[in-house]
């Protein structure tokens, strides 16, 4: 008598499938809520058009829009690897949804990767309609793309780990609280849409060690000044990215 197979054949799928699922499931979640639509794709789409064409602030020498994209690029970065993700993970930690997750055949570090992915992914998007913008305000960039991607890479890593580290320790409520105040104060402070030269000397001399900071400079340097990979600002992004990660793997629970 000759074995039969009988389907459906219960068990887990391929690790890279399941990854895909949950990075796809991660992307269609972030979209539908209008709090985070707002922070990634409005509030960033709307400072760099206004601030562009009316002369609201002194920007310095040269184009508005030249000085204003690489500060909004910048602040769409913080607004969906740091705000957006500590927000979701923050109640997906509070309502079970993490303990849940974990039970599941996906491993844990494949969660992160989806995650990750997932803010890469939205990061993607927002670049892409920022500088589709820009371009229309006359933006005329420079400088090497392998530069900018570093930045962009290292300011993800960064934000990220600042994101997991507060999602992770804090009750839900005051997530939400600390991750809009945070984003607000980086806003104004960071150089985003402010030169730092504005702010006093001992005050500059802190901000320009914020992430935000060096990512709004580093971005500056090389798409409006055509320099090459600012070694600097870069390095305090990936300083930033090894202790955030660090006290986040050290301190994060899952429940």
Same mark, same amino acid.
């Given at each position: ?48 058009a206004?601030f562009?064409l ?16 690489p500060?909004v690029i ?11 993700q ?5 109640f ?8 849940? #997750? *974990? %039970?599941?055949? @996906?491993?844990?570090?494949? /969660? $992160? &990767?989806?995650k990750?992915?997932? =803010?890469? !992914? ?53 997530? #939400? *609280? %600390?991750?809009? @105040?945070?984003?607000?104060? /980086? $806003? &104004?402070?960071?150089?985003v849409? =402010?030169? !730092? ?8 001399a ?42 986040a ?7």
């Amino acid at each position: 008598m000759t074995n039969r197979l009988f389907a459906p054949d219960p068990g887990a799928a391929p690790l890279p499938r399941m990854i895909a699922a949950q990075t796809a499931l991660e992307a269609r979640l972030l979209m539908r809520n209008g709090e985070q639509v707002l922070l990634t794709v409005v509030i960033p789409t709307g400072i760099l058009a206004l601030f562009s064409l009316l002369p609201i602030l002194d920007l310095g020498q040269g184009r508005r829009v030249d000085f204003l994209t690489p500060g909004v690029i910048a602040l769409a970065v913080l607004s969906t690897a740091f705000t957006s993700q500590a927000i979701a993970t923050g109640f997906e930690r509070r309502y079970g949804v993490l303990k849940r #997750l *974990a %039970a599941t055949p @996906l491993p844990r570090w494949g /969660l $992160l &990767v989806a995650k990750t992915a997932t =803010v890469l !992914l939205v990061e993607l998007g927002q670049i892409a309609l920022l500088s589709a913008v820009a371009f229309a305000l006359g933006w005329s960039p420079h400088g090497s793309p392998f530069a900018v991607l570093a930045l962009l890479i290292a300011g993800t890593a960064a934000f990220s780990g600042l994101a997991l580290l507060m999602a992770g320790t804090l009750r839900a409520e005051m997530t #939400l *609280a %600390a991750a809009n @105040l945070v984003f607000l104060m /980086l $806003l &104004v402070g960071g150089g985003v849409i =402010v030169p !730092l030269d504005k702010f006093p000397e001992p005050a500059r001399a802190v901000l320009g060690l914020l992430p935000i900071s060096a990512l709004s400079d580093g971005l500056r340097d090389v798409l409006q000044h055509g320099a090459g990979l600012p070694v600097g600002d870069l390095g305090i992004l990936l300083v930033w990215a090894v202790l955030a990660g660090g006290a986040a793997a050290a301190t994060f629970r899952w429940e």
